[in-house]
């Protein structure tokens, strides 16, 4: 799987937008990208994945450069329950054999 | 209720104990993955499973065995308990392996 590089940690105002990057340069064509999170020491929760198209559902968009090196995870109206530790991954589709791998991921502080 | 069961949610060992921790879930997923999470760092994974009867290592499988009998259980085996295993464990299913991966919300561990 490709190598992901976020920042160690971003704020955000309460009511703003959140945007997020992820780097992965390395990335290859049958490689997805995945975002979840982790909320004070609860299990994962997923929030969205992409291939090369802009996504978007009820919680956050993801829009993925043209040449797929990079991303950004948009959470439109950051509330105090985004808090959250946002992690970053890039996965082969329908690899057989394995399971995510998280890195550090971005810990996004939203304030009042 | 749908989703992954982790049970006991609080263990303290002896050093050199063993016990299982266990998990199951009820959405007919085939992949199931054990990770771990010391205190402020990401999720590594041990070892994971991509059907009944099918199990590998992860990042971390060292004094852990797993096996998987059945598609809803994937118990986590501690074999001979050591301080360095205090930590949470989460376990996790998906469907297909790279949709979405659903968290339980993990067991405590203190090995002392």
């Known amino acids: 799987d490709a190598k992901t590089t976020q920042p160690t940690s971003m704020d955000c105002a309460e009511g703003r937008a959140a945007n997020l990057p992820c780097n992965h340069s390395?990335?290859?064509?049958?490689?997805?990208v995945y975002w979840y999170r982790q909320i004070h020491s609860q299990g994962p929760q997923y929030i969205i994945h992409g291939l090369k198209n802009n996504e978007t559902n009820e919680m956050a968009s993801l829009i993925i450069t043209e040449d797929r090196k990079s991303s950004t995870l948009i959470l439109p109206h950051a509330t105090l329950r985004d808090t959250a530790v946002y992690y970053c991954i890039v996965r082969v589709v329908n690899q057989a054999g394995t399971a995510l791998i998280f890195g550090k991921g971005t810990t996004l502080s939203v304030s009042s | 209720n749908a989703g992954v069961t982790q049970t006991p949610k609080f263990q303290v060992l002896k050093t050199g104990q063993s016990m299982t921790l266990q998990c199951a879930q009820d959405m007919n997923h085939e992949y199931m993955s054990w990770y771990r999470q010391d205190p402020g760092m990401g999720l590594r994974l041990i070892h994971y499973?991509?059907?009944?009867?099918?199990?590998d290592q992860g990042e971390v499988p060292n004094g852990y065995n797993v096996s998987r009998s059945t598609t809803e259980d994937f118990p986590l085996r501690l074999l001979s308990a050591a301080p360095s295993q205090t930590s949470v464990y989460f376990c996790?299913?998906?469907?297909?392996?790279?949709?979405?991966?659903?968290f339980g919300s993990g067991t405590r561990l203190t090995v002392v």
């Open positions: 996790a299913s998906s469907y297909s392996g790279f949709y979405g991966y659903t």
């Open positions: 499973s991509v059907g009944a009867g099918i199990t």
């Open positions: 390395t990335i290859s064509g049958n490689e997805y």
